[in-house]
């Protein structure tokens, strides 16, 4: 089955209704599925094949959506890319995942070029006019395209859909392998966990090269016939006049989202009428206890929390019904995942007891992209190993709390974070000895990136300078919040770096 294909099934059974309301126009189901065939038969024209990998970097918008379906229609691979990515992210992406078509607009072509032109093999399709390059451009292959043609979804269940690129602790980022099944199974699930209807709207604040905004919210949308508001960009005031004159139903957000909409609700002196919410969703980092309260506190609703990766999309959900959803608490597994946590020693824990979470079900991917060895590591069995800490209520077992990660991965307002990743760019700077990065608690990021720094005898640089080196190298979110100098990186008799005495530093001196 391709996910693709089930989807365009939902689409012509509602064909004639409204679907998306993007940039003040509306997309009818039926628009959509036509575009996404004549986009899949462009990109068969162009030479893609079962298995081959495009990559996306497009800002939101519905190129990016017509390219996401289009690509899994025709059986490819798709790769969706950060549109904030610089020049060196794109390049290892690109290159590690041996794209053979990369779908990008000028803007961010002419910020890549560099990189690009140097892969062999690699096409270029430019959404816009693509300016003096010379570039195959959307406008011109979509103008050669047999409108005629019907896509034939040459792929089967456990073939991959979609690599989504996650950091982890040891080396750059890994290349997840997801499957049509994977991501049929989480969107089945969730359809009938949180209960959605052709009824629902679903307002669209997240980006689509996520796992949140493109398996949870925009595939969720879409399979249940929901009318989706997308919003370019999240702004609080925005959503909150959405909810109110579109009448939605649902709201996915992380919990920087829930932060900045309440201080935006402290501010206004008319609340907006929140009559039609059903629920909001939070997830991809630890949504606080206390901001559990005090957004129920303002607006009388309970946000339900969800725990999920990328490996596996969504693991685990607290009810729909609000009274049984709870601060700290990401509820109980999914339909068709299992939980176990396991101690050190490789016993299954009690209830109440710490270990690790692993998981397994259909929804939990395939492996790491040529990484044969980091996908054994991964896994015991068919139990993938997640490396994050948790428990099971002692007094009902099935509910899971999260305590943190034996990883030292950063999630910063949803987004995940390498540390060394930013050391490395931190240490290519002519002043900087040594740098290490921490992720540090904060109340409107849940982490902020903060790093620590030792300079070369007699250099200076102040902080802002180095920050704006790293603005100018990485996507924006994973820039630093804060530089702090110091005369040497605190190690142990061993040598080995202590990161936690920095991150006690900082809290101490903060």
Known sequence: MNLAKILSHKAQQYKDKPAILFGGVWHAYGDIDKQVQRYACMLTRLGVKPGDRVAIQLPKGMEFIFFELGVMSVGGIVLPLNADYKADEVDYFVSDSASSLF????????????????????????????????????????????????????????????????????????????????????????????????????????????????????????????????????????????????????????????????????????????????????????????????????????????????????????????DKRKARSVGYPLPGTEVRIIRDNGVDAAPGAIGEVWIRGESVFKGYWQMPEKTRESFEGEWFKTGDLGYQDPEDSNRLYLVGRSKELIISGGYNVYPKEIEDVLETHEAVREAAVVGIPDEDFGEKVVAFVALHKGADVSGEALISFCKARLAGYKCPKRIVKMDALPRNAMGKLQKTALQRSFTHRD
């Open 103 to 322: 779908v990008t607009d000028s803007e961010r072509f002419e910020r890549s070029h560099s990189v690009l032109g140097n892969m062999r093999g690699l096409e270029i399709l430019l959404v816009d006019s693509g300016g003096a390059r010379p570039c195959r451009t959307l406008r011109s292959e979509l103008a050669r395209t047999d409108p005629d043609f019907v896509r034939p979804y040459p792929t089967g269940d456990h073939d991959t859909a979609m690599i989504i690129y996650t950091s982890g602790t040891t080396g750059r980022s890994k290349g997840a392998m997801l499957t049509h099944r994977n991501l049929i199974a989480n969107t089945e699930a969730l359809y009938k966990m949180w209960r959605w209807s052709e009824n629902d709207v679903l307002l669209h604040v997240l980006p689509l090269f996520h796992v949140h905004g493109l398996f949870v919210a925009l595939h969720g949308g879409l399979y249940a016939g929901a009318a989706i508001i997308m919003h370019e960009k999240f702004d609080p005031a925005a959503t909150w006049a959405a909810i109110e004159s579109q009448r939605c139903t649902i709201l996915m957000g992380v919990p920087t989202i829930y932060q900045r909409l309440i201080h935006q609700w402290e501010l206004m002196e008319r609340k907006p009428d929140l009559s039609s919410m059903r629920v909001f969703i939070s997830g991809s980092a630890p949504l606080l206890e206390n901001l559990f309260n005090r957004f129920e506190e303002k607006t009388g609703f309970r946000i339900l929390e969800r725990y999920g990766m990328t490996e596996a999309g969504m693991i685990a959900s607290n009810p729909i019904e609000t």
